[in-house]
C-alpha cells in the first residue's frame, strides 16, 4: 500500500491531485518552482494561483526543494508540462532518488524533435525505476471540486498497476489499468490538437453539426496516427483516447479548447497563449505530433489544419475551407 508521495509541479493538475490522493495518504509533498505558492499550500493548504477555490487535506505541504521529493517517497508522480519532464526527471535523477522509487506521469504530450513519450522519457532519465501513466477525461477543475470522473492507468509491474488502482479510488475517482503505456499517452497527447479545432469551430461560429462531424473524424485520425505510432487500437475507444477527446472538445475548461476559441474569433496565438496564464499543451504539440506522423507517413488532415493556421498564419477559415472541399472519400478508409 502507497502511504506516502511527491509530486513534481505545483500547477493545475498537481493541486487537483494532491487534493485527490492527499485525502488517503499520511503525507503528499508538492514540489513547485514558485516559493510564493509552495509557501501558501503549506500554510494555507490552498493554492494562491491554481485551482484557488479547492482546499487541501492536512497531509499535504510544498516545497521548492526537490532532494525533499527524492527520497522517502515510495511514489513520484510529474505534473510538469511535457516541456519540461525530460529536465525534471534528470534532476529528479541526480538528487539522490531511492532506488525502488515508481514514477507516474501525468502529462500529455510527446517531446518535439524525438517525438518520444512522456514515459520513455522518465524510464531513460531515470533507469530501473517502474513507470507508470495516468490519463482520461480528468479536468483539474472538476477533480478539485470532488466532481466524479474515470482513468486509465498505463502500467506493465501487476503489483504496482493494483497499488496505483487502489490510490486513484474514490466515490468520485474510478481508475481501470491497461498495459498499452504507448496507446494510453499518444490518446492523451494527440487529443490536445483537436481540441483546439473545435476551439476554432466554434470560435468560427460554427454549429454542433460541425463539432460532432469534427470529433467524429478526429477519432478516426487519432486512431490511425496512434496505431501507426505504436499503440493498440482498442485503446483509443477508451478512456485516454475517445472518453479524454470528448472532455477537451465540448469542455469550458479545456485550454487547448479555450485557445482554440481566441484563434477562431481572430486573435493571434500569441494573445490566445498569454491570456490563458497556464500552459495549453496542444500549441506545442501540433508541432510535435504533426512532425511525428509525417516521419510515418500518416494521413492527418485535422492535425495538419491545425498547424497550418498555428504555425503558416493560415486564416482559419481557409483551412476550414480546404478540409472541407478535399477530394471525396469513403468513411471507413
Ligand atoms: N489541467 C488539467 O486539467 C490537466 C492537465 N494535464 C497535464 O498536466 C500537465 C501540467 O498541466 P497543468 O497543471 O494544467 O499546467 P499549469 O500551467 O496549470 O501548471 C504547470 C506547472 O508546471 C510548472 N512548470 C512550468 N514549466 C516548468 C519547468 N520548466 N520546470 C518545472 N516546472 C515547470 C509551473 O510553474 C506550474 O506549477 C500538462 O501536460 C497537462 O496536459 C493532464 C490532465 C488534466
Ligand atoms: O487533459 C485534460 C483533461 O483531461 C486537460 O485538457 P486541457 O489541457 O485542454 O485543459
Known amino acids: 500500500m502507497i502511504q506516502r508521495a511527491a509530486i513534481l509541479g505545483t500547477g493545475s493538475f498537481g493541486t487537483a491531485l494532491a487534493h485527490l490522493i492527499g485525502q488517503s495518504?499520511?503525507?503528499?509533498?508538492?514540489?513547485?518552482?514558485d516559493p510564493e505558492v509552495a509557501e501558501g499550500i503549506t500554510r494555507d493548504h490552498r493554492n494562491p494561483r491554481y485551482m484557488t477555490k479547492s482546499s487541501l487535506p492536512a497531509s499535504v505541504r510544498a516545497t521548492t526543494r526537490l532532494?525533499?521529493?527524492?527520497?522517502?517517497?515510495?511514489?513520484?508522480?510529474?505534473?510538469?508540462?511535457?516541456?519540461?519532464?525530460r529536465e525534471t526527471a534528470t534532476q529528479l535523477a541526480n538528487a539522490g532518488l531511492d532506488p525502488q522509487t515508481a514514477l507516474l506521469s501525468c502529462a500529455k504530450g510527446i517531446e518535439r524533435g524525438t517525438g518520444e513519450r512522456m514515459s520513455t522519457i522518465i524510464e531513460a532519465c531515470c533507469p530501473g525505476h517502474p513507470v507508470a501513466v495516468l490519463s482520461g477525461p480528468n479536468h483539474a477543475e472538476e477533480i478539485a471540486t470532488d466532481l466524479a470522473t474515470c482513468a486509465v492507468i498505463?502500467?506493465?509491474?501487476?503489483?504496482?498497476?493494483?497499488?496505483?488502482?487502489?490510490?486513484?479510488?474514490?466515490?468520485?475517482?474510478?481508475s481501470y489499468t491497461s498495459d498499452d503505456l504507448a496507446g494510453i499517452e499518444l490518446g492523451g497527447a494527440i487529443k490536445n490538437v483537436y481540441a483546439i479545432a473545435a476551439g476554432i469551430t466554434s470560435g468560427l461560429g460554427l454549429g454542433d453539426n460541425a463539432i460532432a462531424a469534427l470529433v467524429t473524424r478526429a477519432l478516426a485520425e487519432m486512431t490511425r496516427l496512434g496505431v501507426q505510432l505504436g499503440g493498440r487500437i482498442e485503446t483509443f475507444s477508451g478512456l485516454s483516447g475517445v472518453g479524454d477527446l470528448i472532455a477537451t472538445c465540448f469542455s469550458v475548461h479545456s485550454r487547448n479548447h479555450r485557445v482554440g476559441l481566441a484563434l477562431g474569433e481572430g486573435r493571434s496565438l500569441k494573445e490566445a497563449v498569454d491570456q490563458l496564464g497556464m500552459v495549453a499543451e496542444g500549441v506545442p504539440n501540433t508541432q510535435s505530433i504533426y512532425e511525428a506522423a509525417r516521419r510515418v507517413g500518416a494521413r492527418t488532415p485535422i492535425i495538419d489544419a491545425v498547424y497550418?493556421?498555428?504555425?503558416?498564419?493560415?486564416?482559419?477559415?481557409?483551412?476550414?475551407?480546404?478540409?472541407?472541399t478535399r477530394d471525396p472519400?469513403?468513411?471507413?478508409d
Not at 532532494?67 to 519532464?85: K, Q
Not at 497550418?308 to 472541407?324: N, T
Open 329 to 332: 472519400r469513403p468513411e471507413t
Open 154 to 174: 498505463g502500467c506493465c509491474d501487476e503489483a504496482l498497476a493494483r497499488d496505483l488502482q487502489t490510490l486513484f479510488t474514490s466515490p468520485n475517482f474510478r
Open 67 to 85: 532532494e525533499e521529493a527524492a527520497s522517502g517517497f515510495p511514489l513520484i508522480l510529474f505534473c510538469v508540462p511535457t516541456s519540461a519532464t
Open 25 to 33: 495518504l499520511q503525507e503528499v509533498v508538492m514540489v513547485g518552482r
Open 308 to 324: 497550418a493556421v498555428l504555425y503558416e498564419h493560415k486564416p482559419a477559415g481557409h483551412a476550414l475551407k480546404e478540409l472541407l
